[in-house]
Each structure stands twice: as C-alpha cells, then as structure tokens.
C-alpha cells in the first residue's frame, strides 16, 4: 500500500522547535518537517540545493545579501553553497527535502545539529 | 536572489489539463505543476519514485491492487516500477517532483506524451 502523508497530521507530532523529524522518502532524497521559532545557525550546504516548503506559519530566510519571507503554501530551492539562516518569529511548520545525510546545520555543524532525525 | 514560488500563483497560470509545467528545480530533480481533470493512463517509471502534492481539489491514483485519495496539504511517493494511473472527478491541481528527464506517461509513452514541458 501507497502511504497518504498528511502534512497537517504529521505537524501535531512534532513537539520540539528545530529538530527535522522523517515523513517521507523519494529515491535517495529525504522528505523532513521541522517546527521552528526563533533563529538557527548561519550556514550552507557545499553539496546540494535544499528545498523548504512551508506548512503553517511564517518563514524568514536571511541570505547574506538579501532575505525572503515564505507563506503557507509557498516553497523556495536554495542553492549549493549559500549561506543563509532560517527564521521565524512565531511558530512555523517547514517541509524540507534534501538528499539522505544532508544535516540540518550544514557546514557549520556545532550543537544544534541533527545527526539522525527519526521518522514520524 | 533566491525566488519564492507561489503554488497558488502558479496555479493560476496554467490553463490546460494533463500539461505539467516546470516550477522550480531541486539539483537534478524537476518541480512540475499540472491541472488534472478525468483519466489519464497506467504507466510506470522503472527508474524512479514519484512524488505528488495535491495543491487544490481531489486527486485519486489507482493501483493495480488497491488505490489511494488525495486532498489538498497530502503527498504519497509512487514507488519505482509500481504501476499507477492518477484520476480526477473535477479539477485538481498537482506538484509533482521526479528528476529531470521523467516523462508523464513514463513506460506507457504515447499521445500524451509531454517531452518537453515549459518553465512557468
């Protein structure tokens, strides 16, 4: 059986700010939601694009030169190698997809890194 | 400057059924929209899974054992080589993202064939 992910229902799984939890799996790329609030670390990934989708709330990226403000129901693809930060003032739901061991703190590694996020 | 897309917005531009437009890519992966209405044909992708979003309406893909239904905010991953054929009672928009070079009949090939679909 085809699974039906539900982007809402997998939202109320999640409990704690800025830890991606698994959804899905598409080839060898890996389908992440995270609850954030607040700011992240500033870093990058050399090795691949990172797509954020997001699911409820609103969502800041601040890049070194500019920066967007996403919407539900909007998505935007980072590029390899560009520097940039998440952030969101209240609570916001993202929809991430990256290739398998991409880390949610990129190049920069340190604390808040998620070395291997659990499936919901 | 990295782009936001609009699912929405880009829903509104497409304005033929069973025509995927190019959204956005992910490394050698493609984001494809398209406007579905009725039956379109089984086929399979031997080479990859698929991904599909529903962004408005109803999507139903059929499998060859069982069949699976899709509301707005839902995704399901089509597994590599498993036969499906997505359907709509009444309009539906999807997302779908599968790598560069996926055709939408996959194996079946034939008149409904979109080789080539343009950037919106």
Redesign the interface.
């Known amino acids: 059986?085809?699974?039906?992910?539900?982007?809402?229902a997998k939202r109320e799984k999640i409990t704690e700010y800025w830890s991606p939890r698994i959804v899905?799996?598409?080839?060898d790329?890996l389908?992440k939601m995270a609850k954030i609030e607040g700011d992240f670390v500033w870093h990058s990934h050399p090795e691949?694009?990172?797509?954020f989708f997001v699911?409820a709330g609103h969502l800041r990226?601040d890049?070194r030169d500019?920066s967007?403000?996403?919407a539900p129901?909007?998505?935007?693809?980072?590029?390899?190698s560009?520097e940039h930060e998440p952030f969101a003032d209240t609570e916001c739901t993202i929809l991430m997809?990256e290739?398998v061991g991409t880390l949610n703190t990129g190049d920069a590694g340190g604390a808040r890194t998620v070395s291997e996020p659990e499936w919901i």
Do not use: K, R, S, W
């Open positions: 059986m085809v699974d039906v992910i539900d982007l809402q899905g799996q598409l080839n790329y389908l691949t694009d990172e797509l699911v990226i890049f500019h967007i403000d996403l129901g909007q998505l935007c693809v980072v590029p390899a560009m997809i290739p």
